[in-house]
């Protein structure tokens, strides 16, 4: 304990650097914990996947066809607030809202919890860390036209 207190007594700036580190870090995490931002890391999401959530992939459709999660629905961000209807029979359900990089599905992530949903998650990193972490995508299957009779 005296080598504690020649240490601090010694750097007392190092020293005042960490505890103030450490009370921003404390305060960061409070602060998004009572904004009701909840956002999930991949290995997460494929937990509340298994328990029944439905993905929302907020993408637009030609990246939703180049790969998606499995059973995804595609509703992209700028056709939201119209598309919202086809989800608001899931409102006690987990939902998981994925966009490319995990930063846009944030305001989706908000308004939704405004508007009542009880457990809405962002999918921290979207489809990028999704895909660096190997989980399954599935792309678009192209359709043959079919020939004029």
Not at 103 to 132: C, D, F, I, P
């Amino acid at each position: 304990m005296d080598k504690f207190l020649e240490f601090t007594g010694n750097h007392t700036l190092l020293v005042l650097a960490l505890v103030t580190s450490f009370f921003v870090l404390i305060l960061t995490e409070l602060r998004r914990k009572a904004s009701g931002l909840v956002a999930v890391d991949p290995t997460h999401a494929v937990m509340l996947i298994n328990n029944d959530a439905t993905v929302v992939d907020l993408r637009n459709a030609e990246a939703y066809a180049r790969g998606h999660i499995v059973n995804a629905r595609n509703i992209p961000m700028d056709e939201f607030d119209a598309g919202h209807e086809k989800i608001a029979k899931l409102k006690n359900k987990p939902i998981v809202a994925v966009c490319e990089s995990g930063t846009s599905s944030n305001k989706v992530v908000t308004s939704m919890r405004k508007s009542g949903y009880e457990s809405v998650y962002g999918l921290k990193g979207g489809m990028t860390a999704w895909t660096q972490a190997g989980l399954p995508v599935v792309t678009a299957k192209k359709t043959k036209s079919k020939r004029k009779k």
